[in-house]
């Protein structure tokens, strides 16, 4: 009797976990919730959708994995100051993946101006030009993929409508990274040095990383700390042309305890040894 009702409590247990399993896998399977994507219904006028205006933003840390592995094969994140111009099929997407997260933790949006692509960092800034008939948009680059062989770059619905591809699924497309506009273009040089703007009162904090003489030595400590911090990350010049320093700062923190916190961070993390500056260069 005994030997019976354990073996029927085993095979019960048994099928409860081969169920747990199929509902387990069935919720993998089942993220979005159309099966097969496609362009939204009924007519969309993208003509006045306006293109992605570049601007200084931080590299954030999700979706800039390096490298990341995709259906056994690796991709390695390029660096923003390398120059990149490709030629080569884009895709779009839709209804399928509108309202979902991308790779940033941003939420698609098939009518705005982004884009998702294998290896530019996010975020970061494109012009997208259509060979077959000269149109040319501006987007953002905000999600990873497409990982179709042979595709290039995958275009939310907006951005294919106004290039005149959203019809034909792919385009022979010419992709051209933008630079993004300068830390400087936020925070001015010299409203740093004279301080008029950062003042001890005004509750501006900056990190100070280290200075260098070398601009190439303070670009590395730029690309090694900027995903650790979540200020933006900047080199200020300073001295003759003879005799030139550049400081890698971060900020600006609102809060000397922000600042304070980051240090402590960076010096966990990384060899350089901080500090906080108050409102002045």
């Known amino acids: 009797m005994y030997s019976e009702f354990s073996v029927l409590r085993k095979t019960v247990l048994f099928w409860f976990l081969v169920c747990l399993g199929v509902v387990q896998n069935g919720c993998v399977q089942s993220r979005y919730t159309l099966h097969q994507d496609g362009a939204p219904e009924g007519e969309f006028d993208a003509s006045n959708v306006p293109d992605a205006v570049p601007r200084f933003e931080v590299r954030t840390i999700a979706g800039n994995k390096s490298p990341y592995t995709v259906n056994g094969k690796s991709y390695w994140i390029m660096d ?51 060979l077959a008939n000269g149109k040319v948009v501006v987007v953002r680059v905000n999600d990873r993929g497409p990982f179709h062989e042979g595709r290039i770059i995958d275009l939310s619905f907006a951005a ?20 993004m506009p300068s830390i ?17 009162g005004s509750g501006q904090f900056f990190l100070q990383v280290g200075a260098y003489k070398s601009q190439s030595a303070a670009l590395s400590v730029k690309r090694e700390i900027r995903q650790m911090l979540d200020a933006p990350v ?20 609102q809060r000397k305890s922000t600042a304070e916190f980051a240090r402590q961070k960076l010096l ?4 350089s040894v901080p500090f906080v500056v108050a409102g002045e260069s």
Do not use: C
């Open 80 to 130: 923003e100051s390398v120059a990149y111009l490709e030629r080569g099929i884009g895709s779009w997407y839709g209804r399928k993946f509108h309202g979902y997260r991308t790779s940033n933790g941003e939420v698609y949006n098939m009518y705005g101006m982004t884009a998702a692509h294998k290896t530019l960092p996010i975020p970061s800034y494109v012009r997208v030009t259509n």
């Open 160 to 179: 294919a409508k106004k290039l005149g591809y959203s019809d034909k699924g792919v385009a022979q497309l010419e992709v051209e990274l933008l630079p």
């Open 184 to 200: 400087d273009k936020i925070i001015k040089p010299e409203a740093l040095v004279d301080g008029s703007e950062f003042a001890p």
């Open 234 to 253: 900047f080199i200020l010049k300073s001295g003759s042309s003879s005799n030139m320093i550049y400081r890698v700062r971060a900020g600006p923190y």
């Open 268 to 271: 966990k993390h990384h060899d």
